[in-house]
């Protein structure tokens, strides 16, 4: 009688909610957390059930399932675009993120770890702050209203992060395929390589434009880079006054590789891609052509839809759950998952994607203007 009372209270959420239980494929973006939780929980072999999970049971799946190419017609569209669902599973990240990450600084201050089991749940963690931190940041972050874009920002803190969205949406949005976009992956540049470029030259970019970016009438808060440099700060202290000096060193390690990965994922985004350039020196304008698109199935729901990029550059106030297909759009030869596992080996790498980029670029980008 209970088991039936809360399915009928759920089946009536539902409704009320205007959804479809096929909607309900985006809990699975909740799948590493728990994982994680596991991990942390459980200690010993399960201390690396995130990144086997991630970076091996993920691949696999991907590799025996079809993709979708699929686009919702325009009625569907609306109601999803309109239904607070799909917001609030982003918003509960919040709980989920920082949860997970004073949980593990509480165990590493508990317990005696071993190397290879605090290692396996430093990769874990860093992986959640990377996938349900700055990925739904990244989402938060194109929205317009004020409680989106400061929850994006304290979701970016963890991983060290907070100036993403200022360079993401006035920076990397305007200059992708462009040799002066940092995030943009060159042809014949390593993952390694491009680490370095991309996080140090977006930091960089993001207090240049954050000078020309009014954040605050007073004179001090005029650059929201300061107000991003004292919540880090902020978030520091806290951690080392709880925590100490070992908790910092800790959540710095998996901070680092939080926004590691993201800019893994910036590379196999644009990896190669150019945008033609005109007579005038002007660039064309950013279209669906210019990102890699993924319609693989599992890394689509995993990440709120990220993987449909090539829409996401189109359109970049899109919601997620609203991202569209273009038959148009380079695609990936494999989810995000299993990309980023390949690009880790940079001769594998290059065999499977140059030949690709080659040929999209000689169709798009060398014509004259």
């Not at 089946?11 to 959804?19: A, G, K, Q």
């Not at 809990?27 to 728990?34: E, G, I, K, N, S």
């Not at 594998?348 to 040929?359: H, I, P, R, S």
Request: charged letters at 15%; hydrophobic letters at 45%.
């Amino acid at each position: 009688m209970l088991f039936q009372g809360v399915l009928f209270i759920f089946t009536r959420e539902i409704i009320l909610l205007n959804m479809q239980f096929s909607d309900l494929k985006y809990f699975t973006a909740y799948l590493l957390p728990v994982c994680a939780f596991i991990g942390l929980s459980t200690h010993g072999i399960w201390s690396w059930l995130t990144p086997v999970v991630t970076f091996g049971i993920i691949p696999i799946i991907e590799l025996f399932t079809s993709g979708s190419a699929e686009n919702l017609d325009e009625e569907e569209a609306k109601t999803k675009e309109a239904n607070p669902f799909f917001d609030a599973l982003l918003y509960a990240n919040l709980v989920v993120v920082y949860g997970i990450l004073l949980f593990a600084l509480y165990q590493f201050n508990q317990i005696d770890f071993a190397l290879w089991e605090l290692v396996g749940l430093l990769f874990s963690v860093g992986i959640i702050l990377g996938s349900n931190g700055i990925n739904v940041a990244h989402e938060l972050g194109h929205r317009n209203n004020l409680w989106a874009k400061w929850s994006a920002k304290l979701l970016l803190i963890p991983s060290f992060y907070s100036h993403f969205t200022i360079e993401h949406n006035y920076g990397h949005h305007s200059q992708v395929a462009t040799p002066d976009d940092p995030a943009t992956a060159r042809y014949n540049q390593s993952l390694y390589h491009f680490w370095f470029q991309s996080a140090y030259g977006q930091y960089i970019n993001a207090w240049k434009l954050a000078s020309k970016i009014p954040f605050s009438s007073t004179k001090f808060f005029s650059n929201e880079m300061y107000i991003n440099t004292i919540l880090q700060l902020i978030f520091s202290m806290g951690v080392l006054l709880i925590f100490g000096w070992k908790g910092l060193l800790f959540a710095l390690i998996m901070g680092v590789i939080g926004f590691l990965l993201l800019e893994t994922i910036n590379y196999i985004e644009h990896y190669g891609l150019m945008r033609a350039q005109r007579k005038s020196g002007r660039y064309v304008p950013v279209k669906e052509i210019h990102s890699w698109n993924s319609n693989h199935k599992l890394g689509r729901i995993l990440l709120y839809e990220l993987t449909r990029h090539s829409d996401h550059h189109y359109r970049a106030q899109k919601k997620y759950q609203i991202l569209e297909n273009h038959d148009t759009s380079p695609q990936l030869p494999y989810g995000y998952p299993t990309s980023m596992l390949i690009a880790a080996f940079p001769y594998l790498w290059f065999k499977l994607m140059n030949k690709k980029v080659n040929e999209w670029n000689q169709k798009n980008v060398e014509k004259v203007f």
